[in-house]
């Protein structure tokens, strides 16, 4: 790849690169490694709550598949339990399982969703996430002030209006 980018493999300044970035790689991408089950553990608690729990802002950075450049942004999850929760610090563990591997916002999205519905049985999930694209901002359409929003909405989230509107009303409110 140095090469083709008329570079001098030999040089000093690069001759370490290919296993730097072998290893960055590796890091950036080691969700793939990584399962639902080791992630959560023993998160997991029988309680009876039935209020929303909303974790708002989780931080996330991802490759795209596409062009394994980076995209990031935030993340904001909810879910109406139905007797049992889950540990406030399992839910961005999740976040960055889906994220630390080539991936598009749109399916990352959904895998955190179904996730969390595959751990808790929740009455409904929702998860909103709101990134920056290198992969449209560097090269391309170069346009550096654009995101893109995705959401999944399962259960009560996607049947129930006033659920929906309650979770997408707390998303807006974020840093105000």
Do not use: W
């Amino acid at each position: 790849m140095l090469r083709n980018l008329g570079e001098d493999p030999t040089r000093e300044g690069l001759l370490r690169t290919p296993e730097r970035v072998e290893k960055s790689l590796a890091e950036l991408t080691q969700g793939r490694n990584q399962s639902l089950e080791e992630v959560v553990g023993h998160g997991v608690f029988e309680e009876d709550c039935s209020e929303m729990v909303v974790v708002k802002d989780i931080e996330f950075y991802s490759m795209c598949e596409h062009h394994m450049l980076p995209f990031f942004g935030r993340v904001h999850v909810a879910y109406i339990p139905d007797g049992k929760i889950i540990g406030l610090s399992k839910i961005p563990r999740i976040v960055d399982m889906f994220a630390r591997r080539l991936q598009v916002q749109e399916r990352m999205t959904v895998q955190i969703a179904e996730a969390i519905q595959q751990v808790l049985q929740p009455k409904g999930v929702g998860v909103v996430a709101d990134a920056s694209h290198l992969c449209m901002m560097m090269r391309g359409v170069q346009k550096q002030n654009s995101s893109t929003m995705t959401s999944c909405l399962l259960g009560s989230f996607r049947s129930d209006f006033r659920t929906r509107n309650e979770f997408l009303g707390l998303v807006r409110s974020i840093g105000r």
